[in-house]
Each structure stands twice: as structure tokens, then as C-alpha cells.
């Protein structure tokens, strides 16, 4: 079976410091990981994704995710956090293939940016 | 990107009442749409698949005669709650996948439907 966990319900830092926000999932195949973000009254946006190619992958807005097989991680960090970067943050693993709409999604984690 | 609309981004309703949400693919046509709901505090879970010109496939749990999915059209799928109740409050989000994968990425999402029933 396919699930995933978010460590971390709450995640505090200051603007400037670096984040991390934790993933870990379970699955009997392949996985195929995302991370989403969410922001107040807008729909998810895909921040970047892992499906079996290198497993540093770098999405946007400055941020990036190690896919480690051996830890079934894949958290999300970021060197130096914005104001802006506030906001719901979602880890995904999907069903089959990458970009199904069969996704598991974390149970998020809300990130707050102090100044 | 690709850009799906959903619409009305909130909605309040008396109990009893139907209420129905939309979702559109505005560049791209999405023969897969996905329809989430978001309970306070909790993460998404996927109600049901829907393929346009068929009929929709629920995930364990969901009521189908409650959430009644429409997919006629290549650009808009619908999700109406019937006799809603208090505890349908949620919010709602539609996705749609472009098969195509035109704009690099295959799965977007709406901006949601937050749905207040009294």
C-alpha cells in the first residue's frame, strides 16, 4: 500500500534561514513524488516532482527535494526562506505513473516565514 | 501553464439544497478530471475520476447519488452536491490532466471551492 507522512504539522523559520520540510512515504512500486504548494485562495501549484530520473530534483522558486530510497524520504528544502514562501505545503506520491490524478497526498504542512 | 478555472471559489447554501461546482480546462482539453475534497486541517483525499463521456469512478466511501459528476465535454466537468448537508462543508478542488503534456506538466489544479452548508 501507498501512503505518505509530513513530520511536521507547523514549520517556523525566519526570513532568510534556510527550510526543511519532511516527507516520508511508503510504496510497493516505483514511486512517483511530488510536492505541492497551496496558498491561501489559490488552487495547488506544483513546485516540483521525482519519477525515477535524478534524485535531486529542483523545482521552483529556489527550492528542491532529494528523493533517498534507503530512507523512503523525500523532503523539501529551500537555503534561504522568503516571506512569500508562507503557505500550505503538500508531499504527494502518486497510484501509477507519474501525473495521474490517483495521488496520495501528506497531511501538509504549513509553513510560517517570520520577519 | 495551463489554466483550470473552477468556479464559484465559495458558496453558501441552506441545507437540503443542491449546489453545483465547475470545473474547466481553459487551454488544454482534459479527457481526465479528479475532484478532491479538503476537510479543516486535513489533507486532500480524492473523491472520484472523471472521464469525459463516461461515467465517473468513486473512490471507497463516496456516495455517488450524493456527488453527482457530469464530464460531458472535453473542457468541463461538474460535481453537484444533492441535499447537501452541514457536514458537506468542505472545500472542494478539481483537477484536470492534459494529455498532451503541451505546457511540460499533465496535472493542474483549480483554485478550489470552499462550500458552506447551514
Known amino acids: 500500500a501507498q501512503s505518505v507522512t509530513q513530520l511536521d504539522s507547523h514549520v517556523s523559520v525566519s526570513e532568510g534561514t534556510p527550510v526543511l520540510l519532511r516527507c516520508n512515504y511508503s510504496s510497493s512500486y516505483s514511486p512517483s513524488l511530488f510536492w505541492y504548494v497551496q496558498h491561501p485562495n489559490k488552487g495547488l501549484q506544483l513546485l516540483l516532482k521525482?519519477?525515477?530520473?535524478?534524485?535531486l530534483v529542483k523545482g521552483i522558486n529556489g527550492f528542491e527535494a532529494e528523493f533517498k530510497k534507503s530512507e523512503t524520504s523525500f523532503h523539501l528544502t529551500k537555503p534561504s526562506a522568503h516571506m512569500s514562501d508562507a503557505a500550505e505545503y503538500f508531499c504527494v506520491v502518486s497510484y501509477y505513473s507519474s501525473n495521474t490524478g490517483k495521488l496520495i497526498f501528506g497531511q501538509g504542512t504549513t509553513l510560517q516565514v517570520k520577519p | 501553464g495551463a489554466v483550470v478555472s473552477q468556479h464559484p471559489s465559495w458558496v453558501i447554501c441552506k441545507s437540503g439544497t443542491s449546489v453545483k461546482i465547475e470545473c474547466r480546462s481553459l487551454?488544454?482539453?482534459?479527457?481526465?478530471m479528479f475532484w478532491y475534497r479538503q476537510f479543516p486541517k486535513q489533507s486532500l483525499m480524492l473523491m472520484a475520476t472523471s472521464n469525459e463521456g463516461s461515467k465517473a469512478t468513486y473512490e471507497q466511501g463516496v456516495e455517488k447519488d450524493k456527488f453527482l459528476i457530469n464530464h460531458a465535454s472535453l473542457t468541463l466537468s461538474t460535481l453537484t452536491v444533492t441535499s447537501a448537508h452541514p457536514e458537506d462543508s468542505s472545500f472542494y478542488i478539481c483537477?484536470?490532466?492534459?494529455?498532451?503534456?503541451?505546457?511540460?506538466?499533465?496535472?493542474?489544479f483549480g483554485s478550489g471551492t470552499q462550500l458552506s452548508v447551514l
Open positions: 483537477s484536470a490532466r492534459d494529455p498532451s503534456g503541451a505546457s511540460g506538466e499533465k496535472l493542474f
Open positions: 521525482y519519477t525515477s530520473a535524478a534524485t
Open positions: 487551454d488544454f482539453q482534459a479527457t481526465t
